[in-house]
């Protein structure tokens, strides 16, 4: 009975101290916590859960859904017309190439293009003495003689600037006429220039005109009522999506017939006029823009609370035509042509934050 009982208060006490007791292993403490976990379950188990009457749920007051009006942005530009203007180091630079390939080169054989005391054999031996080599653009060079190896310019040697170069040209491009002129001299006729890289709208200052800076992206800023430049936003109506929005912003009121174009047309009709022939690259946003009104404003209609807009652009090409805001349903006042720089002085400090990115640098 005394061992009974003392196996007995044993076994109670490893139970409830199971990881104290150094005299048990920790397999046999380890079954014995599984046994209380699995008791302890089914006491849970068995114990019914107190039933509770249904409370209704308490109703509150409808607050309006604060959201982002969604607008539909679009970046129009005009690609570059010419190349960029060279610095002075590419004039320098290739001018070399061209002097140093005229050392390269073989002699010019002028017997094989002109026959021997002919107007022009007579015409090439004059203009060889005057510039001594066969190329018409390097100046006075002979790469055949003793100096030929000096054929790097001194700093501030007109030779290399491209309209020294197109003097030249022309000067050797000209003809010999028949008789003389009024002092004496051969007549000469004169062959066409080329065009001007400044235009007659870079003269005039004239931002309205897309022939001007005929070497830099050009981009659509247009001035709204509120007398903010920026460029032409319009927002969503219905069901339409961004690519279906942005014609509203290019082209003038007409009447079309199919839903879908009516809201492809839209955006492009309202800002920019029909007179202007023009290509949307893709389908995807290239950026956007986040505005915050000072204070929220309630859609009664809808019975949403605007928090501000939110414009995302699409990016689009101009291929012929001009801008004419006359008649424009998104209250337009005016309209420039700008390249990057200038679009920085005209636009808010914030809106040229999230728009600088989308713009090329040339």
Request: proline share 6%; hydrophobic share 35%.
């Amino acid at each position: 009975m005394d061992t009974g009982r003392g196996s007995t208060r044993l076994l109670s006490l490893l139970i409830r101290r199971p990881s104290r007791d150094p005299n048990v292993c920790r397999a046999c403490r380890q079954n014995i916590q599984r046994r209380q976990y699995a008791s302890s379950a089914a006491a849970v188990a068995e114990t019914p859960a107190p039933s509770h009457d249904h409370v209704p749920p308490v109703t509150q007051a409808s607050v309006p859904q604060r959201s982002y009006q969604v607008k539909a942005g679009l970046v129009l530009s005009r690609a570059p017309l010419i190349t960029r203007d060279l610095t002075t180091f590419e004039q320098a630079y290739f001018f070399y190439q061209r002097r140093l390939n005229e050392r390269l080169a073989l002699p010019f054989t002028r017997y094989f293009y002109f026959k021997k005391d002919t107007p022009a054999d007579l015409e090439w031996k004059r203009k060889q003495k005057e510039r001594h080599t066969a190329a018409r653009d390097i100046g006075v060079y002979n790469a055949y003689s003793k100096e030929g190896w000096n054929d790097e310019l001194l700093v501030g040697a007109p030779e290399s600037d491209p309209e020294h170069q197109v003097e030249a040209l022309l000067k050797d491009a000209e003809v010999p006429g028949i008789g003389t002129d009024e002092l004496g001299e051969s007549r000469k006729e004169s062959v066409e220039r080329p065009m001007s890289r400044v235009t007659e709208a870079d003269k005039q200052g004239n931002e309205r005109s897309l022939e001007r800076r005929l070497d830099r992206t050009m981009y659509l800023l247009v001035q709204n009522d509120q007398g903010r430049w920026r460029f032409p936003t319009a927002g969503l109506e219905g069901k339409e999506n961004l690519h279906q929005v942005w014609p509203i912003l290019i082209s003038s009121v007409e009447p079309v017939v199919d839903m879908e174009s009516q809201a492809t047309e839209r955006v492009i009709v309202q800002a920019g006029g029909v007179n202007m022939n023009t290509w949307v690259v893709g389908h995807v946003p290239i950026g956007h823009h986040q505005y915050k009104y000072p204070t929220p404003r309630l859609i009664e209609d809808k019975g949403a609370e605007e928090l501000g807009e939110k414009t995302f652009f699409m990016k689009a090409r101009i291929m012929a035509g001009a801008a004419d805001i006359a008649g424009n349903k998104l209250g337009l006042t005016d309209f420039k042509w700008l390249c990057k720089e200038e679009v920085q002085k005209q636009v808010s400090p914030g809106y040229w934050a999230t728009v600088r990115n989308m713009l090329a640098e040339r």
